[in-house]
C-alpha cells in the first residue's frame, strides 16, 4: 500500500479544523447534523479526506457517524460534564504540582509568555479560547510527563464545548476577575517551585470553574 500524498494529508487536516472550529465556536451546535457532501463542495475537497477528518472527530467524540451521509455533533450530556469534571480535578492539580517541582527556564518563559490570557467572556472567539488552551498547556508541559500532558490534552476539545455551555448563561464581573486573580497565582505558585500552592490554587480553579458550572446546569435540567 502506497503513503497517503501530502496533498491528501492537508486536505483532511484542513476539513479536520474547520469542523473542529465549527463545533467549538457553536456554529455546529451540540445535537445538530450536518451533510458530508455538501461540506466536500464547499471546502473545494472531496468526501475521502473529509471522512479521514470525521473520523478523527468521533474518536475525540465530538461528532457521530451513521450509516447515511449526514455527520451529527455530539449532544452535551451531564454523564460526560460529570466525567471531565472527575478527571481534571483528579490530573490539573497532579499536572500543576509536578510542574512547579520540575519546571525548567525554558518552562517559565513559556508560561509567563502565554499569561496575557484572560479568563473567557461570555462569547468567546476561537483565538481567546486558544489564548485559554496555550497558558494550561505550558502549565502540563512543565510537568514533563507525557503521558498526563497526552491525557489533558487529549480532554481539552471536549471540556471546551462544556465552558462555552456555560458561558451562555452569563458570568459575572467577580467571577472573571477571580479566574484572572487565580492564573496569576498559578503561574506564581509554578515560578516560585511552590508544588503545594500550586496543587491548591489548580484544584480551586477547576472546582468552581465552567466545567462545573456546565455540569450543575446540565443536571438542573436533566430528568429525575
Known amino acids: ?9 492537508v486536505k483532511s487536516d ?11 465556536s457553536g456554529e455546529y451546535p ?11 463542495v464547499e471546502l473545494g475537497i472531496s468526501t475521502t479526506p473529509l471522512r479521514e477528518a470525521l473520523r478523527r472527530l468521533s474518536s475525540e467524540g ?3 457517524l451513521g450509516a447515511h451521509r449526514d455527520a451529527m455533533v455530539t449532544r452535551l450530556s ?20 509536578l510542574a512547579a517541582e ?4 525554558d518552562d517559565i518563559a513559556a508560561i509567563r509568555d502565554a499569561s496575557t ?10 483565538e481567546q479560547l486558544a489564548q485559554h488552551r496555550r497558558f494550561h498547556r505550558a502549565i502540563y508541559r512543565a510537568s514533563h510527563n507525557e503521558a498526563l500532558i497526552a491525557t489533558l490534552d487529549s480532554l481539552w476539545d471536549k471540556a471546551d464545548r462544556y465552558r462555552v455551555a456555560a458561558l451562555r448563561q452569563g458570568r459575572g464581573d467577580d467571577e472573571v476577575q477571580q479566574k484572572n486573580a487565580e492564573h496569576h497565582e498559578l503561574m506564581m ?18 472546582s468552581t470553574g465552567l466545567g462545573a458550572t456546565a455540569a450543575q446546569l446540565l443536571d438542573d435540567v436533566t430528568p429525575a
Not at 520540575?102 to 527556564?105: A, L, Q, V, Y
Not at 490570557?117 to 476561537?126: G, R
Open 1 to 9: 500500500m502506497t503513503a497517503p500524498t501530502p496533498a491528501y494529508a
Open 14 to 24: 484542513l476539513a479536520y479544523l474547520v469542523v473542529r472550529d465549527r463545533i467549538l
Open 30 to 40: 451540540p445535537g445538530s447534523s450536518f451533510n458530508q457532501a455538501s461540506l466536500a
Open 62 to 64: 465530538l461528532v457521530e
Open 78 to 97: 451531564v454523564e460526560e460534564a460529570r466525567d471531565l469534571l472527575e478527571l481534571r480535578l483528579a490530573l490539573d492539580p497532579l499536572a500543576a504540582g
Open 102 to 105: 520540575r519546571r525548567t527556564r
Open 117 to 126: 490570557v484572560t479568563a473567557l467572556p461570555e462569547h468567546p472567539t476561537l
Open 189 to 206: 505558585c509554578v515560578i516560585a517551585g511552590d508544588a503545594a500552592g500550586a496543587v491548591e490554587v489548580m484544584r480551586r480553579h477547576i
